[in-house]
């Protein structure tokens, strides 16, 4: 079934964000105290926002939660009134956002991506331990959009963090675009398949910071709590890379 064409989320949170005078994601993110990566990526439309990011963004914007995440409820009009059910303005609480309510989001941060082709695979996954390890059955679950800027990248597929093991870069549930192609770099995320499985067969799994290569050894950092660990060579099946939002952006 075709994708409903309409306002989502993200369009309504930068909506918001407009008439609040929250001029980035990155000012978002500092106003709900959460990762600026996934503020981003809800503010940009690559990732859901969830009921938990949402009810943050209630708080700061002086929104309600139906309407930012289903369209439902009182729609924010202008500083300091909602749209009721019945279409009357009304008075709302004070917010606490100072600034412009004419601020305009970059077109890095608004981009429309309704019209893109949900090809991208979402690889079923679970968590798999306390060391941060989690698992890829080989089955898909579930398709999303294809970035902009991945538009002509084959093999390109999607993972749900899991477990805590590197936030808050990640939390669970964020959506994590990879790229089986590109070589891993010093300072990037990667996703690393091992070759020991789990007891059922499936893939044994880590999403970590690459901190280097030396020969035969990888060392990996992860942030919660905060260790750098060394795989060897025959340990490791293959090593893929995390991309950024400025990747999925094509910029």
């Not at 809800?42 to 369209?71: C, M």
């Not at 795989?231 to 910029?251: A, I, P, S, W």
Request: aromatic share 6%.
């Amino acid at each position: 079934m075709p994708d409903q064409i309409g306002p989502t989320a993200s369009h309504r949170l930068r909506h918001a964000m407009q008439l609040r005078g929250v001029g980035s994601g990155a000012e978002l993110a500092r106003l709900t105290d959460q990762n600026e990566v996934t503020v981003r990526s809800h503010v940009n439309g690559t990732r859901d926002v969830s009921k938990r990011a949402a009810e943050a963004y209630s708080r700061a914007l002086n929104i309600d939660v139906a309407w930012l995440l289903y369209g439902n409820g009182s729609a924010p009009t202008a500083r300091g009134t909602q749209q009721g059910s019945t279409g009357q303005s009304e008075e709302a609480p004070e917010e606490d956002v100072e600034g412009p309510s004419n601020i305009s989001l970059s077109s890095s941060e608004a981009p429309d991506f309704r019209f893109l082709a949900k090809d991208v695979p979402v690889l079923g996954q679970a968590e798999c331990g306390s060391d941060g390890a989690f698992t890829l059955n080989g089955e898909t679950i579930d398709f999303v959009r294809r970035p902009p800027g991945q538009l002509n990248r084959k093999g390109v597929y999607c993972i749900y963090a899991a477990g805590s093991s590197m936030e808050p870069v990640y939390e669970a549930g964020d959506l994590i675009y990879v790229d089986p192609h590109r070589p891993p770099r010093a300072g990037r995320d990667v996703v690393i398949q091992l070759v020991a499985k789990c007891p059922g067969g499936e893939e044994r799994c880590f999403l970590k910071r690459l901190v280097r290569r030396s020969g035969t050894k990888w060392r990996l950092k992860q942030f919660n709590p905060e260790k750098e660990f060394v795989l060897d060579d025959k340990e490791v099946r293959t090593v893929h890379l995390v991309l950024k939002n400025q990747e999925l952006l094509g910029f």
